[in-house]
């Protein structure tokens, strides 16, 4: 079953075409990886799918409805999508637990005692159990993205992007946000990512979609896109990240 389809999305800022005729199709717990050079439109792409930014023309639908409908409910839409960004986003101001059972409570309407036993659960998943009451500038960059990832799973996505979250670690915290994403293909979750990570590309991704200058150029499982691919420029690409 397919959790989101993207037709035919072009996208331009001030002229420049940024995405240019997108198609892409995510199955129920497929993990595809965008990969691209810095500027080619990966993350356009994301916060088209999660409304941050209209699409010029082109239909995406999640769960077989239209979301780049002008009439759609975007809280609604977003409820749907967890998203994760490259700076952690966590609220500074508030403890861990009150980051991750904000938006069951506030969004979906969660008691805050099902949303905090939730979080909880979530926390130990994570190996953050003991962390609850600390706050954002008490934890390493690698715990903070790992709160933002229970974050935006605590509102139970159907999908989940995450637009480059180790880019702001060191290597060593990267290893464990990559661990968690990688726990979180094992439970089924459908996601989107983009990464500069290669050897996690292949490892993770079920599909590799290149894009290339807003063109989705090449799209297919991660060992034919890394050892086979088909357009010179993926391999040119490949060969300056390899
Ligand atoms: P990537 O994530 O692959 O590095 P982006 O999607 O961030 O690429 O950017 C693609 C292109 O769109 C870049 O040329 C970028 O400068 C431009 N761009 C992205 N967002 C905006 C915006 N809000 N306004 C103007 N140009 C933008
Ligand atoms: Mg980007």
Redesign the pocket.
Known sequence: MSVLTIDGVW?N??G?H??RGVDLEVHSHEVVC?I????????????CVNLL?TVDDGVITLEGREITDPRVDVDDVRKRIGTVFQAYNLFPHMSVLDNVTLAPRQVHGASREQAEQQAHDLLARFGLADRARAYPDQLSGGQQQRVAIIRALATQPRLMLL??VTSALDPVLVREVLGVIRELKETGMTMIL?THEMSFCRDIADTVCF?DD?VLLEKGPPEKIFTDPEHRRTREFLHTVL
Not at 36 to 47: M, P, Q, V
Request: glycine content about 16%; cysteine-free.
């Open positions: 996208k800022f001030h420049h940024v995405l965008l691209g050079a810095s500027g080619s439109g990966k993350s356009t792409l994301l916060r930014e637009d480059e983009t894009l807003g």
